[in-house]
């Protein structure tokens, strides 16, 4: 009896053991949920920031884009008023010589006609009209001058400003580039992740395939053969492929203009019906009926566009039956809008 109590007696003394590696455990998930949870507000808070100064960005380059077109503006009626002043004082010159010509005229007249004092009065008044009128001209050549050397100082001031303002822009510009280079991968990144979680929910299947950025349906998975009413039994692969879409839309940033695109695809030979007078139709109604039970499912109607290509973009050129039906499929691609 003694024996018996002590070898339950040890088998008891067990649980300590598993409860203190089970507290341990549990200490070691909270530990990496917390940094995982720390690791997500410092990620959220970088991509806001980037956000902030993308907003930032595009204001500076559209104000300065505004004042380059003010400066422009502003530098060509300069320029035509500098033309016009230009021509101006050409003409006030000509005129200017032309009054000292005739002046020089009057003078030699005067001294060959001495005799007639009635004609040399005439010429001198003449002559002093002259010589006023070319003083005048000369005050408003000067005038003139001045005003085209303020312009000219003001056409380079604004030249200056356009250069510097072209600099900032091409800066700007590349700093835009930049940010918007960010945020194509980080729709990239997003893509991976749902590609990634189709796999998973599709497995081996053959007739739905993750090609590259694509995710390919053969048509018959989802509608009769020259129909665009969805199969009842293509519901479940729908419903999980909308539940995959809808996971992600939580996690992409609002910010981020992403839509999924279907586009249908049909093979080469055409169709004969009074629905679908063509393969580009009846690949644009599988595309829209795609779409709207993607709608009905609760995906957003602003985060996807519908797409038809009918037979013009084949991915087998052959005419087997086989090549046919690789070509009839419906395809979907995270994209930006």
Same mark, same amino acid.
Do not use: C
């Given at each position: 009896?003694?024996?018996? +109590?002590?070898?339950?007696?040890?088998?008891?003394?067990?649980? &300590?053991?598993? %409860?203190?590696?089970?507290? /341990?455990?549990?200490?070691?998930? %909270?530990?990496?949920?917390?940094?995982? %949870?720390?690791?997500?507000?410092?990620? $959220? !808070?970088?991509?806001?920031?980037?956000?902030?100064?993308?907003?930032?960005?595009?204001?500076? #380059?559209?104000?300065?884009?505004?004042?380059?077109?003010?400066?422009?503006? /502003?530098?060509?009626? !300069?320029?035509? /008023?500098?033309?016009?002043? +230009?021509?101006?004082?050409?003409?006030?010159?000509?005129?200017?010589? +032309?009054?000292?010509?005739?002046?020089?005229?009057?003078?030699?007249?005067?001294?060959?006609?001495?005799?007639?004092?009635?004609?040399?009065?005439?010429?001198?008044? @003449?002559?002093?009209?002259?010589?006023?009128?070319?003083?005048?001209?000369?005050? !408003?050549? =000067?005038a003139m001058r001045r005003q085209l050397a303020a312009l000219e100082d003001a056409l380079a001031a604004s030249e200056n400003r356009d250069k510097e303002s072209q600099?900032? *822009?091409?800066?700007?510009?590349?700093?835009?580039?930049?940010?918007?280079?960010?945020?194509?991968?980080?729709? =990239?990144?997003?893509?991976?992740?749902?590609?990634?979680?189709?796999?998973?929910?599709?497995?081996?299947?053959?007739?739905?395939?993750? %090609?590259?950025?694509?995710?390919?349906?053969?048509?018959?998975?989802?509608?009769?053969?020259? $129909?665009?009413?969805?199969?009842?039994?293509?519901?479940?692969?729908?419903?999980?492929?909308?539940?995959?879409?809808?996971?992600?839309?939580? !996690?992409? &940033?609002?910010?981020?203009?992403?839509v999924l695109r279907v586009d249908g695809h049909t093979d080469v030979r055409p169709i004969a019906s009074s629905q679908f007078p063509s393969n580009w139709s009846l690949?644009?109604?599988?595309?829209?009926?795609?779409?709207?039970?993607?709608?009905?499912?609760?995906?957003? &109607?602003?985060?996807?566009?519908? @797409?038809?290509?009918?037979?013009?973009?084949? #991915?087998?050129?052959?005419?087997?039956?086989?090549?046919?039906?690789?070509?009839? +499929? *419906?395809?979907?691609?995270?994209?930006?809008?």
């Amino acid at each position: 009896m003694a024996s018996l +109590r002590t070898r339950r007696d040890r088998s008891l003394n067990v649980w &300590p053991g598993y %409860v203190d590696a089970l507290a /341990t455990l549990l200490l070691a998930v %909270v530990f990496l949920l917390t940094i995982f %949870v720390v690791g997500q507000f410092f990620l $959220s !808070q970088e991509i806001t920031g980037r956000d902030s100064v993308l907003t930032r960005l595009n204001r500076q #380059i559209a104000d300065l884009t505004d004042l380059l077109a003010l400066e422009r503006s /502003t530098r060509k009626t !300069q320029e035509a /008023t500098a033309s016009s002043l +230009r021509n101006t004082l050409l003409g006030a010159e000509a005129e200017r010589d +032309r009054f000292k010509l005739q002046a020089e005229s009057n003078r030699g007249t005067a001294g060959r006609q001495e005799d007639v004092d009635r004609q040399l009065a005439a010429e001198r008044a @003449g002559s002093a009209r002259a010589a006023t009128q070319i003083e005048l001209l000369n005050e !408003q050549i =000067a005038a003139m001058r001045r005003q085209l050397a303020a312009l000219e100082d003001a056409l380079a001031a604004s030249e200056n400003r356009d250069k510097e303002s072209q600099a900032r *822009i091409a800066d700007l510009g590349s700093r835009l580039n930049v940010a918007l280079a960010q945020k194509v991968q980080e729709l =990239a990144r997003y893509r991976s992740d749902f590609f990634g979680r189709l796999r998973q929910i599709l497995g081996t299947r053959t007739d739905i395939r993750v %090609v590259g950025d694509r995710f390919v349906l053969q048509s018959e998975v989802l509608f009769p053969a020259g $129909s665009a009413t969805l199969k009842s039994e293509a519901m479940p692969e729908l419903d999980r492929i909308a539940g995959a879409i809808l996971d992600l839309s939580r !996690q992409i &940033p609002a910010d981020i203009p992403w839509v999924l695109r279907v586009d249908g695809h049909t093979d080469v030979r055409p169709i004969a019906s009074s629905q679908f007078p063509s393969n580009w139709s009846l690949s644009a109604a599988r595309a829209i009926a795609v779409v709207q039970a993607m709608v009905a499912k609760g995906i957003p &109607p602003q985060r996807l566009l519908a @797409g038809a290509f009918g037979e013009f973009q084949p #991915i087998d050129a052959g005419t087997s039956e086989e090549a046919y039906a690789r070509n009839r +499929r *419906i395809e979907m691609k995270l994209t930006e809008r």
